[in-house]
Every structure is written in C-alpha cells, then in structure tokens.
C-alpha cells in the first residue's frame, strides 16, 4: 500500500486539521492572556533547504536512482520530529539540518550495504520511520560528516511470516502500524499496540524507542512484545532472539530495543500476538481526588483484576476535557478525576471483569459515570495532536512530556513537575494523567499549555532543562515511552551513570566504530 506522508508542518492528515471552537480561544485568552495574531506556517514551496551535498551517487548504486531522493520537498518531509520546537521551526522555514538525501533502502541486505558505504564515506544515517519522534531523535548532530541521509524504510513493509501455533508474527521494521494491525487482523490476530502516534509510526519506531500503546495494562508494552529481531549494522549483522527467555547471557535484544537507531537499523522482528478480541467495552469513573484516584488505580494494578486500557486524568486535565478532545472546553461539571477503564475479551470475560472492577473502584470512592466517557476517549485518542496544531495557529504553545516512578514516590514526582513548570512558564496550563501502570509503579504524561511569546523554542528549551533536573532529582526515570533523542540525552547519561554510558559508548564504538548512525542521539559524540 502506498504510504501517505503527514502533513510537514504539523501532525498527521491534512483534511482532518480543525479550527479550534470559539469557546476554546475564549478560554486561553482568558487563562493564558494570549492575544496573539494567527501565525499560520510559511508555505513549504517557499523553504530552501541547504544546498545538498553529492552523497546520491554513492547509495544509488546500492538502492537504485530512483530510490535515492534529493528534492527540496522530500528532504524537508524528513527534516526534524515532531515536538512542538520541531514544528515552529519548520512553520518558520527553517529547514537547516534538512538531509542532503533520502534513502529509501528495500532489503536488509540494501540497508547493510547502505551502511557500509556510508561508513566507507563518512555518511550520516539517520533511520526513518514514521517521522514521530517528540525528542529530537531525527536532528543528529552531524556537522563535521561528509553527508547525511535519511534512511527511510517505508519500502520494508511485509508481513514476513504468521506462526499460529506460537503465536508471533514476523514483520519487517518499515511497516506502518495501521497496516501492521490491518495484516494480522486478516488473520484473526492484533499486536494491541495503539500508542499516540499509531496513524503514522512504524513497526521499527515502536522498538527503537520502547513504545508503551494505550492498551498497554492488558497487551504490555512493544518491547515486551519483542521475542527476535534483526539489526543492521555498519560492521555486519546481529540476529536476536530464537526462544521466548534464554539464559544464554545477557539479552541482546533488550541492548537493540530502545537503542534509537545509535546502533544500527533494526530491519525486522519477531512479536507476539493475540487473537482478536470478540467485543471492546468501556467506562468512565470519578473519584474526588488525584491522590483517591491513585489509590483506586494501584489496587486494580497491584491486586486485580486488571482493565485492559486504564489512564486517570488529574483534576485540571479532566477540567479542561483533554481526556475527552472531542469536548476540549466543554464545562466538565463539579471537579474531582476521570478515570477511563476499558476492557478486551469475550462477552463473558469482559462483563465479569467490568463487575469485579466496578466492585474494587466503588468500594475506594469511584462514582460509576457509565460509557459515555469511555467512549469519548476512544473516539478522541488520536485526536490530541491535531488539536496542538490548531493551537500553534492561534499563538498558544503546548508540549508534552512524560516520566515514571514508583507507587511511593508518585506524588512527590507529579509535585517536582508541576511545580517547576509553574514557576519557569508563568501564565501556564499543566495538565496530568496517569497510565501505563505496573505493580511497582505507573507513568506520568504531562501537557503543558502556554502562550508563545517572543521566543517559545528558547522559552520551552529553559523550562524542559529545569523539569528535566527534577524528574531526576525527584527519581524519576526521563522517558517512559517517548525516548531520549537529542533533546533527553543529558540527563539520561545522569540516570544511567557514567560507567553505564561508557559501557554504551563502547557497544556503538564496537557495532558503529566511525560514529555515523543518528550521531549525538541517546550519547553524546565522542
């Protein structure tokens, strides 16, 4: 199936774009003071990338010319992520750090040799999927190379092999996730895998950064998903991966997951799958308070029986509506915290565990609101982006950010964060839900919404340097699902130690002895 790009000056599909309601604007004039002009994007036929230096030829040998693509237009579709720095440096035509190609290998054996040439040249890679990264893990730090390329891997997108008796499918990296999941279903199976970013990342997106989906308390994140993979790499290749659990040594996927393209290219892997679900339900419950409406989450979390989507909004995002976007400024009643519960299953299974649920969460002070909330969050979880974009539009800036702790150390890190936020963006919205959650502990995902000012990117570099120094201080881990990129890479070297990242530093040294794969992402340059 052809692969439709996002929009490149903000999320996703362009028809589905929507003004924000009259209502809405009324509300950040008043909470946020914002009164700024529309400031729409500059048009993308008047953004002049550098001139692009002559790395074509080299790779065009390998992936064939017309794979191998230099245009104004393809370049700057693959220049930067998608956080909101990202975007209002694109919407201001500033294509700087714009590729000089985009590659777009169809083999493993093409992605290898690509590789190896690139090393030969002294080549950036920077591998691409579905353009969605929110950390800078698509803005290498590649200055002092000869080139850089954007290895993109829409052209790797097979549906490799179904193996029904254990239940995995081997999928090649550069699949779509909606395709991936459109695949399986034919066959009577789903990944369960349904992040944010679903409608546009890929496969291989998913395991470079350790993805946590919506549904991740009954399917688990995708590097639990992971059973085998394949990594490209500029020195040959790495097979992991040939039974469930081993003890043979360390893990050697669990080095590739998470490894954001610093190693080498993860070309495809082996994941588990489920059968589809016979019938989806889902509610919504109120609980007086964040601190109530942790307690309630970490019973069903730690003791059962566990929903399969389970996310509590605190007060001001359940205020504001942003658990429900379709309703974002609706009045939301009489306060306290939403907490949306679904279910996967056969009828049966997912009536008894609706009733054990209801039984657990109303004996802690949840009040039953019945599915409509539910439901509302499902028709709008992919809806949140779309609504920044409307928001950039109208002056506003907004963000996310996201971490995790342990169940006794929950509350002081949901403070760190809020309070830091509040005292370095003045006139600021901060928004907050809990999910992801584990018996040990749960994530936090916060958004942030303030007006752009003079310089938001300088503004918002400043306040994620501080809440960042206080997700650590605090001991909390810098990303749960979103990653490290460029943007994380500081404080992850202070989360893993410095011995930690020396003996990271040495397994690029070893796999990526020149440095050319994603240079400065997860490690700083050497």
Request: glycine share 12%; proline share 6%.
């Given at each position: 199936m ?8 903000g999320?996703?599909d ?22 700024a ?14 001139t692009?230096?002559?790395v074509?030829g080299?790779l ?17 579709r693959?220049t ?5 720095p ?6 201001a ?10 590659v ?12 190896s040439r ?7 890679v ?10 800078g ?6 200055g002092?190379?000869?080139g850089?390329?954007?290895l993109d891997?829409?052209r ?11 239940r ?8 779509r ?5 459109e ?8 990944l369960?895998h349904?992040?944010q ?6 496969i291989?997106?998913?395991?470079a950064a350790?993805?946590?989906g ?7 994140r995708?590097d639990?998903m ?8 500029p020195?040959g290749?790495i097979?992991?991966g040939?039974?469930?659990?081993s ?18 290219v ?8 489920r059968p589809?679900?016979e019938?989806?339900?889902?509610e919504?419950w ?12 970490r019973?069903l979390?730690q003791?059962?029986?566990?929903p399969?989507?389970?996310r509590?909004?605190d007060?001001?995002?359940?205020m504001i509506?942003l658990?429900?976007?379709?309703e974002?400024?609706?009045?939301q009643?009489?306060g306290?915290?939403l907490?949306?519960?679904g279910y996967?299953g056969?009828?049966a299974?997912?009536a ?9 969460l109303?004996?802690?002070g ?7 909330p539910g439901?509302?969050w ?6 949140a ?5 409307g928001?950039?539009?109208?002056g506003?800036f907004?963000?996310t ?5 342990f ?5 002081r ?16 919205v ?28 300088e503004?918002?570099?400043r306040a994620k340097?501080?809440?960042?120094d206080?997700?650590?201080?605090a001991?909390?881990t ?5 990653g ?6 500081d ?7 410095s011995l930690g990242v ?7 040294d070893?796999l990526d002895p020149?440095g050319i794969?994603?240079?400065g992402?997860?490690l700083?340059?050497?």
């Amino acid at each position: 199936m052809p692969i439709v790009d996002m929009l490149w000056s903000g999320w996703g599909d362009p028809e589905r774009a929507e003004r924000l309601p009259a209502a809405v604007t009324g509300l950040l004039r008043e909470l946020l003071g914002v009164h700024a002009e529309p400031a729409p994007p500059v048009k993308l036929a008047e953004i002049e990338p550098p001139t692009a230096r002559p790395v074509a030829g080299i790779l065009a040998e390998v992936v064939g010319e017309e794979q191998v693509r230099t245009d104004a237009e393809s370049r700057i579709r693959h220049t930067r992520g998608k956080s909101t720095p990202d975007l209002l440096r694109l919407r201001a035509g500033d294509a700087s750090t714009a590729p000089d190609a985009v590659v777009l290998p169809g083999s493993h054996e093409e992605v290898a040799e690509v590789l190896s040439r690139c090393a030969a040249h002294r080549i950036a890679v920077v591998p691409f999927g579905g353009g969605t990264s929110v950390v800078g893990g698509l803005t290498p730090e590649a200055g002092d190379f000869t080139g850089v390329i954007a290895l993109d891997l829409r052209r790797l997108d097979r549906l490799v092999s179904v193996d029904t008796i254990s239940r995995t499918a081997t999928l090649q990296t550069g699949m779509r996730a909606p395709r991936a999941e459109e695949l399986l279903n034919e066959q009577g199976y789903t990944l369960g895998h349904f992040p944010q970013s679903f409608e546009w990342a890929s496969i291989g997106g998913f395991a470079a950064a350790r993805s946590a989906g919506q549904a991740s308390a009954g399917y688990g994140r995708f590097d639990e998903m992971v059973l085998g993979l394949t990594l490209a790499t500029p020195r040959g290749t790495i097979e992991a991966g040939r039974s469930p659990r081993s003890a043979a040594g360390p893990d050697l996927r669990q080095l590739v997951l998470g490894s954001e393209g610093a190693f080498g290219v993860i070309t495809d892997v082996t994941v588990r799958i489920r059968p589809l679900p016979e019938t989806h339900a889902y509610e919504g419950w109120l609980f007086p308070s964040l601190s109530e409406g942790v307690t309630a989450v970490r019973a069903l979390a730690q003791d059962g029986p566990l929903p399969t989507v389970l996310r509590l909004s605190d007060e001001t995002e359940t205020m504001i509506g942003l658990a429900r976007p379709a309703e974002l400024g609706a009045h939301q009643g009489g306060g306290g915290c939403l907490a949306v519960c679904g279910y996967d299953g056969t009828a049966a299974e997912v009536a008894e565990r609706q009733a054990k649920v209801r039984a657990v969460l109303e004996s802690l002070g949840g009040v039953h609101q019945g599915e409509e909330p539910g439901r509302s969050w499902l028709h709008g979880r992919f809806a949140a982006p779309y609504l920044r974009d409307g928001l950039l539009d109208v002056g506003v800036f907004v963000d996310t950010l996201e971490t995790a702790g342990f169940w006794s150390n929950l509350s002081r890190l949901y403070d760190a964060v809020r309070l830091t936020l509040a005292h370095e963006l003045s006139s600021s919205v901060v928004m907050c839900h809990v999910s992801h959650v584990y018996p040990s502990g749960a994530s936090l995902y916060f958004t942030v919404v303030t007006a752009q000012g003079e310089d938001p990117v300088e503004r918002w570099r400043r306040a994620k340097a501080a809440v960042s120094d206080a997700i650590i201080e605090a001991g909390g881990t810098i990303s749960h699902h979103h990653g490290v990129g460029v943007d994380h890479r500081d404080w992850f070297a202070r989360e893993a130690g410095s011995l930690g990242v020396e003996a990271l530093r040495a397994v690029k040294d070893r796999l990526d002895p020149d440095g050319i794969m994603n240079p400065g992402v997860l490690l700083p340059r050497s």
